[in-house]
């Protein structure tokens, strides 16, 4: 699937809502979370329609790798490649994932918690 008509981060990368884009390509779209959970917090998707991490194959090795490598270039761009980052994916009822298109959140620029249980 590559454009889903209801998805809001497709619509995002297609430009159709507004964001604060930090990086594009032809490939990916990363722009600022709108409620940031930490000074600096990304979110980095594909432009195609991926549901979650739960959709992904061994296909997708080389899309998730320049995912990677462009969260480690915009850590440099933010001056948080030094002081330390999170990425991390949400899938499924559990994790609170909200948003139904894959996305990284790349999270940086203050001592961040831990994570795991809810309330901890
Ligand atoms: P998740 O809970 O992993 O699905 O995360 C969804 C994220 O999308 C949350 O951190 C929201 O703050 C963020 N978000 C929702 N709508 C927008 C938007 N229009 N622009 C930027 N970020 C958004
Ligand atoms: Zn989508």
Redesign the pocket.
């Known amino acids: 699937m590559d454009f889903v008509e209801d998805c809001?981060?497709c619509k995002?990368a297609a430009g159709q809502?507004?964001?604060?884009i930090l990086y594009q390509d032809q490939d990916i779209v990363a722009?600022?979370?709108?409620?940031?959970?930490a000074q600096h917090?990304v979110?980095i998707i594909p432009r195609r329609h991926i549901s979650s991490m739960a959709d992904l194959t061994i296909e997708e090795g080389p899309l998730l790798t320049q995912i990677f490598v462009t969260a480690q270039q915009i850590a440099q761009d933010l001056n948080i490649d030094q002081t330390g980052y999170r990425m991390?994916?949400?899938a499924g009822p559990h994790?609170?994932?909200?948003?139904?298109h894959l996305?990284f959140?790349l999270l940086g620029g203050e001592q961040l918690g831990s994570f795991g249980r809810a309330g901890r």
């Open positions: 809001l981060f995002i809502l507004p964001s604060k722009f600022a979370d709108i409620h940031p959970q917090h979110l991390v994916t949400n994790s609170g994932q909200a948003v139904f996305h959140h």
